[in-house]
């Protein structure tokens, strides 16, 4: 729809800093992946990456693709022009995957009207790619209750 702007591709983004400790993360969009580290001894999802996994100390960690899926947790509708190029209004949101209490991510929500946005919401991942980085957005999820 014409009038969302959370359908509109902003100019800008600030882009992370992306090295060997995070590149799966950062690079899984280009086959649609949302991958994060993942705890070969115990299954434990380790978020921000991190070479040793917090729930056993094991250093058996590589990085898997998780379903993409998600619940909104908590968000805000930033009004402000901080960053020139990515216009307001946008939703920031913190989502949880549904593979771990507390695998989470402070993203953006795009594709919804920004009054639509409940807590509790489905959402799914989807990548914005931009100079070799893919950012995992996310938009309401159609197939979700
Ligand atoms: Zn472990």
Do not use: K
């Not at 947790?73 to 920031?92: E, R």
């Amino acid at each position: 729809m014409a009038t969302d702007p959370t359908r509109a591709r902003p100019a800008f983004r600030v882009l992370p800093r992306v090295d060997a400790a995070n590149a799966h993360f950062w690079t899984g969009g280009a086959e649609g992946e949302l991958r994060f580290l993942r705890c070969r001894a115990c299954r434990h999802w380790i978020h921000p990456p991190a070479p040793i996994c917090p729930a056993c100390l094991s250093r058996d960690v590589a990085p898997e693709a998780a379903s993409g899926r998600a619940r909104v947790v908590t968000f805000t509708i930033n009004h402000q022009p901080w960053i020139p190029g990515f216009p307001p209004p946008y939703a920031i949101a913190i989502v949880e995957l549904p593979e771990q209490p507390g695998l989470r991510l402070t993203t953006n929500l795009v594709g919804v009207a920004l009054e639509a946005i409940r807590i509790g919401m489905p959402v799914r991942v989807v990548f914005e790619e931009r100079d070799g980085v893919w950012l995992p957005l996310f938009e309401p999820d159609p197939e979700a209750a």
